[in-house]
Nanobody
Framework: QVQLVESGGGLVQAGGSLRLSCAASGITFRISTLAWYRQVPGKQRELVARIDSGRTTNYADSVKGRFTISRDNAKNTVYLQMNSLKPEDTAVYYC?????????WGQGTQVTVSS
């Protein structure tokens, strides 16, 4: 059974930092491409950051220079370090295994940034 369990969300003031974690089980973590997405009500889920098995990373333009995705294969965990947070970063953040298929999702964790 595949499980992706996010943690680390919460309420933070603008300019602050949070670190999200996603613990995975039931997948071959070391070969997987992992990603963080986010979604606000009424909008499409958007890709925030992605990391492949070779630790190549991609970021949405809106978070470049502020967010860092990383992985610990020994712990089957992917992280998202979020710095210099802005109110527009407020969303539910989802962890996902995007490759190989099928795509799996976590349950999401709320991040709220107050101005």
């Amino acid at each position: 059974q595949v499980q992706l369990v996010e943690s680390g969300g919460g309420l933070v003031q603008a300019g602050g930092s949070l670190r999200l974690s996603c613990a995975a089980s039931g997948i071959t973590f070391r070969i997987s491409t992992l990603a963080w997405y986010r979604q606000v009500p009424g909008k499409q889920r958007e890709l925030v950051a992605r990391i492949d098995s070779g630790r190549t990373t991609n970021y949405a333009d809106s978070v470049k220079g502020r967010f860092t995705i990383s992985r610990d294969n020994a712990k089957n965990t992917v992280y998202l370090q979020m710095n210099s947070l802005k109110p527009e970063d407020t969303a539910v953040y989802y962890c996902s295994r995007t490759w190989p298929g099928p795509q799996y999702w976590g349950q999401g964790t709320q991040v709220t940034v107050s101005s």
